[in-house]
């Protein structure tokens, strides 16, 4: 993914920090840079949130190790309440076909949403 963003029932953004992001994909690992000799890579969960979305370059992207058949999560933790009307995801556009195809939206535990999200433009 390139980025996540949402918005209030007023339609402002909501402020997301780089430490209320987390990820976990195949062998626990957050991303891609948890993978041994991948430490210096920078496609990292908090660049979901740095607001740099409409990009190719991989110091504001996340990629975590995938396989078939296993899941992927991105949660965020806030530390206050949030009335959500719009989250728009950025999906992963340096190779649009390692983006997200299938998603669910869980909030508070309760599943709200289940689809896809559009392929980024190549």
Request: charge should be negative.
């Amino acid at each position: 993914l390139n980025g996540l963003e949402m918005f209030d029932q007023f339609d402002r953004p909501v402020a997301i920090g780089p430490g209320e992001v987390h990820a976990q994909g195949v062998g626990g690992a957050a991303s891609v840079a948890d993978l041994p000799d991948c430490q210096d890579d920078p496609r990292v969960p908090a660049n979901l949130v740095d607001g740099v979305n409409n990009t190719w370059q991989a110091e504001h992207m996340w990629l975590a190790p995938y396989q078939v058949g296993h899941k992927t999560t991105v949660w965020l933790v806030l530390d206050r309440p949030v009335t959500l009307s719009l989250l728009r995801i950025w999906n992963y556009s340096r190779t649009p076909g390692r983006g997200v195809r299938e998603f669910e939206l869980s909030v508070d535990d309760v599943l709200v949403y289940k689809g896809h999200v559009k392929r980024a433009p190549e």
